[in-house]
């Protein structure tokens, strides 16, 4: 019911910037928290940022001062942008929303994932 299109991830310079975009359809009421995960390979999956209905945010300490996560709610959209990335932020990002459907009826989806590699 609810579907989650990913898009920005590819190919960076260690020292570049990307931009990832996450919008949510569907029969969506409203949508509560957002977030950006990711997972490495043989790394288990973790979150890089989130970020509430009211605007609130969080961090992964790996990548404060360096990612901004943001949101358009009229778009239902979720964007993370990464400036100054590493070698080590090489992972596939998935994004998480929550939210309701209607009265009572929450909902999580998560995104497909898109790979985000960073080459030295």
Do not use: H
Request: net charge positive; proline share 2%; hydrophobic share 30%.
């Amino acid at each position: 019911q609810v579907q989650l299109r990913e898009s920005g991830g590819g190919l960076v310079q260690a020292g570049g910037s990307l931009r990832l975009s996450c919008g949510a359809s569907g029969s969506i009421s409203s949508i509560n928290t957002m977030a950006w995960y990711r997972q490495a390979p043989e790394k288990q999956r973790e979150l890089v940022a989130s970020i509430t209905a009211g605007g609130t945010t969080n961090y992964a300490d790996s990548v404060k001062g360096r990612f901004t996560i943001s949101r358009d709610n009229a778009k239902k959209t979720v964007y993370l942008q990464m400036d100054r990335v590493k070698l080590e932020d090489t992972a596939i990002y998935s994004c998480n929303v929550e939210g309701l459907l209607g009265p009572g009826r929450r909902f999580t989806s998560r995104g497909q994932g898109t790979q985000v590699t960073v080459s030295s």
